[in-house]
């Protein structure tokens, strides 16, 4: 049997962290994607959802530094979780993606 883990979102990059570690860049920002639905009501309604992707420099990725707030981005990783105890003891997890490719869009449209 085998197991997948893959993930494309699409969507406008928000807050951006990048730090450098062992030497090689590593780029920490959320993405918002939007899910259009129509309400009960008929009026529709946009749901935005908030990603955390990790991205670590290399050929595949663009130069990180370029990712700024509101850029629109493409992509494809996996998913992780990760556990956090804090310091009262409460225990709390978190989901990334952990970047393949990273592709920065002039348009809101991935390349094929």
């Known amino acids: ?3 997948i883990n893959r993930i494309e979102i699409q969507g406008r990059v928000g807050i951006v962290r990048t730090n450098i570690v062992n030497d090689t ?5 959320s993405v918002a994607t939007d899910f259009l ?8 309604v946009n749901e935005t959802t908030w990603h955390n992707v ?3 420099a290399s050929r595949e990725m663009p130069d990180l ?3 700024t707030k509101g850029t629109p981005v493409y992509v494809i990783g996996r998913m992780r979780s990760q556990k956090s105890t ?3 003891g409460t225990e709390r997890y978190f989901y990334e993606i ?3 490719k990273v592709q920065i869009l002039e348009s809101e449209q991935p390349e094929s």
Not at 25 to 29: D, G, K, L, R
Not at 37 to 44: A, H, L, N, V
């Open 98 to 100: 952990m970047a393949q």
């Open 54 to 56: 990790v991205a670590w």
């Open 25 to 29: 860049m590593v780029a920490n920002f």
């Open 86 to 88: 804090s310091t009262d």
């Open 1 to 3: 049997m085998e197991h």
């Open 65 to 67: 530094r370029r990712i």
């Open 37 to 44: 639905y129509k309400g009960r009501d008929g009026s529709g």
